[in-house]
């Protein structure tokens, strides 16, 4: 497993369970900011909604 790949299932981690400890309300005004990437991810954005 590359890191890339790594990396991208320890973030779809961490906002899943945001998801479960944020109140919906909460939730929707949440703005994920990504600092120091390159510009182009193979990170699938549909996982972020």
């Known amino acids: 497993m ?4 790594f990396m991208d299932l320890f973030l779809q981690n961490v906002i899943t369970r945001l998801r479960g400890s944020i109140a919906d309300s909460l939730l929707k ?4 900011v990504f600092t ?3 510009a ?9 909604e």
Do not use: A, G
Not at 2 to 5: K, M
């Open 2 to 5: 590359l890191l890339q790949d």
């Open 29 to 32: 005004n949440v703005i994920i």
């Open 36 to 38: 120091n990437c390159s």
């Open 40 to 48: 182009h991810t193979n990170l699938v954005l549909k996982s972020l």
